[in-house]
């Protein structure tokens, strides 16, 4: 009998899916996104594919960790996101994707494990997700596959602050993305759901905080260009609850590469740090 392990390299997939052209106003609706380019047609909000990737995500994440391939796991949560973007993405285009587990790395916390979803269109690959899950208090013997592109918080880049935007949390915020990306998890739609997994009431989506800094930071570092955008990293620290607003301060971070800038960014809600290492890189 073999030990139970985590499937590193397998592949799930390939699945289908469309841009359409009222899903991306959703998406941006849904997040409060300031930039007016996306009800035009002609560009697509950076985060709008996890829509379409969730389903396939949680396939994989199913069966490419066995039980017990992890021991001493207390539960788990989305703990860092990273987004590479190699060409945009044009509103129609119909696109298919593979998840890969990527890599599993034990840290203090516990056990990260990587997914790597691979989305292309006719031309082929055009974007890169690194979705990345916390197996709490989890233990394995050694890593495996590749290890992740660190995006810590340069400290230097403090000196150089960009701005902040302001979003005003809705009460209705976590419905409205759950509508447009598909994330209905209890937490984020029922109060009571919340409470029993030990939070005061229903809260955001890590990701609709995310999607939030994206639209801040497209706005602040490239004039609202986000087809400049080529990177998207974020590690997720607390959750943000409705009724507070959420203030993303963005930094400059330098150059990055040959004709790329790189900025960082935070996001704050109350008196919690909700989203910390964040990294965006731009082409010039």
Same mark, same amino acid.
Not at 25 to 39: E, F, G, K, M, R
Not at 139 to 146: A, K, M, R, W
Not at 176 to 205: N, W
């Given at each position: !009998? *073999? ?11 390939? /699945? ?27 560009? +697509? ?12 995500? !949680? ?13 001493? #796991?207390? $539960?788990? +949560? ?16 119909? #696109?298919?994707?593979? %998840? ?6 034990? *840290? ?8 790597? @979803?691979? @989305? ?15 197996? !709490? ?8 596959? *590749? ?5 810590? /918080? ?27 990306? $598909?994330?209905?998890?209890? !937490? ?17 989506? $890590? ?9 801040? +930071? ?29 203030? #993303? ?14 900025f960082a960014f935070e996001a704050t809600a109350g008196d919690a740090a909700v ?5 965006? %890189?731009?082409?010039?």
């Amino acid at each position: !009998m *073999t030990s139970p392990r985590i499937k590193i390299g397998d592949r799930y997939g390939p /699945f289908e899916g469309r841009i359409d052209h009222d899903g991306v106003l959703a998406y941006a609706l849904a997040t409060d996104d300031p930039n007016p380019v996306y009800a035009t047609g002609t560009a +697509v909000p950076p985060l709008f594919t996890v829509s379409l990737i969730l389903p396939g995500y !949680m396939q994989a994440q199913m069966a490419s960790v066995e039980p017990g391939a992890i021991e001493g #796991v207390r $539960g788990g +949560v989305h703990a860092e996101h990273d987004l590479w973007l190699h060409r945009p993405l044009q509103p129609g285009a119909d #696109v298919t994707w593979e %998840v890969t587990p990527s890599c599993a790395q034990p *840290t203090r916390a516990g056990v990260l494990v990587a997914q790597h @979803i691979v @989305i292309s269109d006719a031309r082929g690959p055009v974007i890169e997700h690194f979705w990345t899950t916390l197996f !709490m208090g989890g233990s394995i013997t050694e890593p495996l596959g *590749t290890p992740l592109v660190e995006h810590t /918080f340069p400290e230097l880049a403090r000196e150089h602050v960009v701005g902040t935007h302001r979003f005003a949390i809705a009460r209705d915020q976590a419905f409205r993305y759950a509508g447009a990306s $598909g994330d209905r998890a209890p !937490m984020h739609v029922d109060d009571e759901a919340a409470r029993r997994a030990g939070f005061p009431s229903k809260f955001m989506q $890590g990701m609709c905080s995310f999607a939030m800094c994206s639209g801040a +930071v497209v706005k602040l570092a490239a004039d609202g260009d986000p087809d400049r955008l080529r990177r998207l990293a974020c590690r997720f620290s607390a959750p943000t609850f409705p009724g507070n607003d959420l203030d #993303v301060t963005v930094y400059d971070a330098g150059p990055s590469g040959e004709g790329e800038r790189s900025f960082a960014f935070e996001a704050t809600a109350g008196d919690a740090a909700v989203i910390k290492h964040g990294r965006a %890189v731009f082409a010039a």
